[in-house]
């Protein structure tokens, strides 16, 4: 048996065959109703010879109303309304014309009634019949070109903040190269030729995993968490054991969508402002859980802190937290949270909260993973 497939497309997708399905099922609709009127009156068969004349002439003046529209609808609203005036008073005066005397050829003899009034009243009922065909018309037009510049409006807001996160995203690895080439660049002066090789390395090693990944482009945590490992690698080529890195990540969280390389810059200000100053070095922690149907990601560290009358740290960085902050208001709105402050006991916190948006991947029971919790190490 055939099965009729119900698609998503939408009505005026198609214009030309939304306007010959509209067109048609209006002109069905007037003949249906003005036989439906006039059995009830108890008017014989034969009348209804005259009205379907009419619907056919109907039909093809407003056929020809609608090239004239079709043009007149992109000129000045003064054009535009006199000339569709003139236009239905000119096709009901015909219309009108034709109607009475197709009447009078059908039923002659039988009606007495003047010529000059039945032209009268027809020119009263098809100037309302026209005139409401018009306005539905020019209605139609109106709200599909207002629904087309809604949708290109939409598309452009969603290039320019396509093309935000992608200026943001590509400010990072220049602000990351620069620090990484600068390193590179002592170990080759000190002749330590194979900390810079191996550096080199994993830095090819880093950039390769991060453009492969669209600028604008979300990946799942787990993703996210590795490329942030591959830039740890290299910053512990410099600080060795005094940068120290921990993972905490629920397993309800791995597959969680999150912009790509949004860890990377939190992670550079906590070693620029928690290891380097710091002789015996700091801890790094990044920890993400699922908080209802939300995913909080912290980023803490055991550094000195805001000391006292020293500048906010997150607020001189020039990229990164501020390039954050910016990169969660393009992807999500304000609905994100983004907070950062000092700990009671010593050491920086940043704290981002997301909306859970997960990548269905076949054959993963998810409600499974979400009781359970783990840890990654680095």
């Known amino acids: 048996m055939a099965v009729l497939e119900l698609t998503d497309k939408p009505f005026f997708a198609d214009k030309n065959r939304a306007f010959w399905n509209l067109h048609s099922a209006g002109w069905a609709g007037a003949v249906i109703l003005r036989a439906a009127s006039g059995i009830a009156q108890g008017q014989p068969v034969s009348f209804l010879v005259p009205i379907l004349i009419s619907a056919v002439t109907g039909y093809s003046i407003t056929l020809l109303l609608s090239v004239i529209y079709r043009f007149l609808i992109d000129q000045r609203p003064v054009i535009t309304w006199s000339l569709t005036f003139v236009s239905v008073s000119l096709a009901t005066l015909g219309y009108a014309y034709l109607d009475v005397w197709v009447l009078q050829t059908i039923r002659d003899g039988v009606d007495e009634t003047p010529?000059?009034?039945?032209?009268?009243?027809?020119?009263?009922?098809?100037?309302?019949?026209?005139?409401?065909?018009?306005?539905l018309y020019y209605a139609i037009n109106y709200f599909?070109?207002?629904?087309?510049?809604?949708?290109?409006?939409?598309?452009?807001?969603?290039?320019?903040?396509?093309?935000?996160?992608?200026?943001?995203?590509?400010?990072?690895?220049?602000?990351?190269?620069?620090?990484?080439?600068?390193?590179?660049?002592?170990?080759?002066?000190?002749?330590?030729?194979?900390?810079?090789?191996?550096?080199?390395?994993?830095?090819?090693?880093?950039?390769?995993?991060?453009?492969?990944?669209?600028?604008?482009?979300?990946?799942?945590?787990?993703?996210?968490?590795?490329?942030?490992?591959?830039?740890?690698d290299i910053e512990k080529m410099r600080f060795e054991e005094r940068l120290r890195t921990y993972f905490i990540i629920e397993p309800a969280v791995e597959n969680a969508l999150v912009p790509s390389l949004l860890l990377q810059p939190l992670v550079e200000n906590a070693i620029k402002y928690a290891v380097t100053p710091k002789e015996e070095g700091a801890d790094i922690s990044v920890t993400a859980q699922l908080v209802g149907q939300r995913v909080r990601i912290t980023v803490s560290d055991t550094g000195p802190g805001l000391q006292p009358g020293q500048q906010d740290h997150s607020l001189s960085t020039g990229v990164g937290m501020a390039n954050t902050r910016e990169r969660l208001s393009q992807a999500y709105g304000d609905d994100q949270r983004f907070e950062h402050y000092v700990k009671a006991g010593g050491g920086f916190e940043v704290l981002l909260e997301l909306p859970y948006q997960n990548r269905v991947i076949a054959g993963e029971d998810n409600q499974a993973g979400a009781q359970q919790q783990g840890m990654i190490s680095a």
């Open 115 to 135: 010529f000059a009034q039945l032209w009268l009243a027809a020119i009263y009922i098809n100037s309302v019949l026209l005139a409401a065909w018009s306005a």
């Open 144 to 232: 599909v070109r207002a629904e087309e510049q809604a949708d290109q409006m939409m598309r452009l807001e969603a290039q320019a903040t396509s093309a935000q996160l992608t200026m943001l995203r590509y400010q990072l690895n220049p602000h990351f190269l620069f620090n990484t080439l600068n390193s590179i660049s002592t170990l080759v002066l000190l002749k330590q030729t194979e900390q810079a090789n191996a550096m080199l390395s994993r830095l090819s090693s880093f950039l390769r995993f991060t453009l492969i990944n669209e600028a604008a482009a979300k990946v799942p945590l787990t993703q996210e968490i590795e490329t942030l490992k591959l830039y740890l």
